[in-house]
Each structure stands twice: as C-alpha cells, then as structure tokens.
C-alpha cells in the first residue's frame, strides 16, 4: 500500500516568488494537513482539507494557502516567498477507518535564497 | 508558556534503559499523539491516545486527562531509537505541537 506521497522532495526558489508542493495522500483517505518545520519555531500546523473543503486553518499569513482536488489530492502555495519561509514541509493523511490517526509523508524541504 | 510542553528537552542513556519522555498540555484536547522523526524528516505516528494506555512492541503510551498528561515509555532501550519524540495534541480545530525531545541511545 503506497504511503503519503510528497513533490518535489527539495526546492530552492528566490526571495519573492512562489512556490506549489504537491501531496498524495494514502488511498481512500480523505483529510489531508499540512505542516510547517523550522528549527525555531518546531512544527507548526498550517490546514487541513477534507472533500475539498478547508476544514481548519493555522495562524499563517494569507500568502499560504492550499486546495484538495476530487481524489483527494492537495496543493500548498507560498506566494511573494521571504527568507523565513524556508522550512520542511509536510502533509499528513488520515481517515475515520484509522481513527483519524496520522501518517506523515517525508516532507518538501524549501529553500529560499 | 507553551500550550504543550515536553521534557526532557535531551536525554542521553545507554542501550537497555527504560525510557520516560513526558507531555503536559494546557488545553481542552479530543486526542492526544506522540510522532517519531528521524535524522533526515521522516515522521512516523506511534500513538494517538485519548485516554488511559496504548502498548505497541517496547512502546508504552499512558494519557491522565483529569492531570493533563502524557507519558510515552521505552523499554529495553536500543539505538535503533535514538530520534526526536514529539507530543501533539488535536484541539478543536488545529493540533498543537510540543518541541519534542531528542533521544540518543549509547551503544
């Protein structure tokens, strides 16, 4: 059974421009949330969809947002990029069958220069 | 103050040691987690709680809602382990990350 799939794995973009990250999530799991991680602030939650709703959304700026598609699928997007925007990035899938427990795909590390 | 808070920060001990890494939150919560993240990213979930004890292979994970609470427990400690543990805890409609604790386990 394929795990949570996460694109690109690393990316360097310039201060200023955006950026798109791509999460699959395990079959037949319908919620997915992402996650930001700097060493000084730790893990962080940024939002969570569910059937292509945002359900619950962290305390980021507008220049984060995010979408799911039909299969489940989301996209994250960091418009106008600052320094203090590179981080790792992951999503997570979980479903009712596995009592909303979370598996993690192995994160977007982005860099901004 | 942090809504959840983890202690120790660091702990160092040798292979075969019973392990105890605790979490204490502040907040009405609906579960509780305790993730693994090795060198490198990857995050693994090893338990999600919302009350009394979860037991997988050497893993323990106790919850005392009335205190606030968590524990999660190592026993016969390897360095197969030595990784960052971090609590999180579902509230309303975020979840909450503690700073984790770095384990490393001395061969």
Same mark, same amino acid.
């Given at each position: 059974? /394929? ?9 360097? #973009? ?35 969809? *569910? ?6 959304? $962290? ?11 039909? +299969?489940?699928?989301?996209?994250? +997007? ?6 203090? %925007?590179? /981080? ?24 901004? @220069? | 103050?942090?809504? @959840?808070?983890?202690?120790?920060? +660091?702990?160092?001990?040798?292979? $075969? ?20 993240? =090795? ?7 090893? *338990? ?12 323990? /994970?106790?919850? +005392?809602?009335?205190? #606030? ?11 197969? %382990?030595?990784? @960052?543990?971090?609590?999180? @805890?579902?509230? /309303? %409609?975020?979840?909450? *990350? ?5 384990? =490393?386990?001395?061969?």
């Amino acid at each position: 059974k /394929a795990g949570v799939t996460q694109t690109p794995r690393y990316l360097i #973009k310039t201060r200023g421009q955006q950026v798109t990250l791509s999460c699959s999530p395990i079959s037949g799991h319908r919620s997915v949330s992402w996650y930001q991680q700097t060493p000084g602030q730790g893990l962080q939650f940024l939002f969570e969809y *569910f059937s292509e709703t945002q359900r619950n959304k $962290g305390n980021f700026p507008g220049r984060f947002s995010g979408r799911q598609f039909s +299969n489940s699928r989301s996209e994250m +997007n960091v418009s106008t990029l600052e320094l203090g %925007d590179s /981080a790792l990035y992951l999503c997570a899938s979980s479903s009712y069958r596995t009592n909303y427990g979370y598996t993690f795909g192995s994160g977007t590390r982005l860099t901004v @220069v | 103050k942090n809504e @959840v808070e983890q202690s120790p920060q +660091n702990l160092t001990a040798q292979e $075969g040691e019973f392990i105890t890494i605790n979490c204490s939150y502040s907040v009405g919560i609906s579960a509780l987690h305790w993730l693994q993240q =090795h060198p490198g990213g990857g995050i693994v979930s090893l *338990f999600m709680l919302s009350s009394g004890k979860k037991k997988h292979g050497r893993l323990i /994970a106790t919850i +005392n809602i009335q205190e #606030k609470h968590s524990s999660l427990h190592i026993t016969a400690s390897h360095p197969r %382990d030595s990784a @960052v543990y971090i609590c999180a @805890v579902s509230e /309303a %409609d975020k979840i909450i *990350f503690g700073k984790g604790t770095r384990l =490393h386990i001395l061969p």
